[in-house]
């Protein structure tokens, strides 16, 4: 199920866009999606600090308040390189701005049910793309997706995961050895209880490994390959 954010400073929008993204949901016989309103580019910054990965795409108005919906795409893109952009617009002016962010589609007011199906195809087909570049767990109901690149690292007691980000810390059932075969070889298994991405180790020191200022232990058993793993990663940065 897609998790849909709309930002649109005009109520009547909001309900119009995500009633026309539902008709086009049914149209493609999807499971759906949630969707997330805000009526401010500031009230959808402040509300993603606290729900970090919590949205596939985002339908932008350009022309709001103090933030328009380009600074806000600009600010977004800088959280999260893997969320899609789309920008629902009356105006032109910006059509190509949309390109600077990474925009995966640029909708003029109102869209019409063909544009909408081609940006949802494409938004779809783009997720499938971007599988390899996040991982995905689920809490509760809730299904996050994190950026790979801003995991630094996993640890696990009994069958409870903690995946640490740069963002935002997320808590699952599950184990780590699973976990392991997800994340592939960017990720290096430095104790029975912790995983942690290559590129976020700054420093080795004895038995121990530092993520910024938090020290991780590397056990006897693996310290042979993180030492050979940790050194490759150097290396070819």
């Known amino acids: 199920m897609l998790r849909i954010g709309i930002c649109d400073d005009s109520a009547g929008a909001r309900v119009s866009l995500r009633a026309g993204l539902e008709r086009a949901l049914e149209r493609r016989r999807s499971a ?14 402040r509300w993603l600090e606290k729900h970090a990965g919590e949205l596939d795409m985002v339908f932008l108005d350009i022309e709001m308040g103090e933030l328009n919906g380009m ?8 959280a999260d390189e893997n969320l899609q952009l789309i920008f629902v617009t009356g105006y032109t002016d910006y059509v190509f701005d949309g390109y600077s962010v990474g925009a995966l589609g640029y909708l003029m007011k109102p869209p019409q049910p063909e544009q ?15 599988a390899d570049k996040v991982f995905f767990c689920r809490s509760g109901e809730t299904l996050y997706r994190i950026p790979r690149k801003n995991i630094l690292y996993f640890s696990s007691d009994r069958r409870q995961v903690t995946c640490v980000s740069a963002a935002r810390t997320y808590v699952f ?8 075969r997800d994340v592939g070889e960017d990720f290096i298994r430095i104790h029975q209880r912790y995983l942690v991405r290559a590129g976020a180790v700054d420093r ?21 390959a993180a030492l050979a793993a940790l050194a490759r990663t150097a290396l070819e940065g």
């Open 32 to 45: 759906g999606a949630s969707f997330f309103e805000f009526s401010s580019g500031e009230g959808l910054l």
């Open 71 to 78: 600074e806000t795409a600009r600010r977004l893109r800088q």
């Open 116 to 130: 909408l199906d081609r940006v949802l195809e494409r938004g779809l087909e783009a997720r499938l793309w971007d």
């Open 173 to 180: 059932y599950g184990k780590l050895d699973e976990v392991e």
């Open 204 to 224: 080795l020191e004895g038995n121990q490994v530092f993520v910024g200022e938090q020290a991780l232990p590397v056990s006897r058993a693996c310290r042979s």
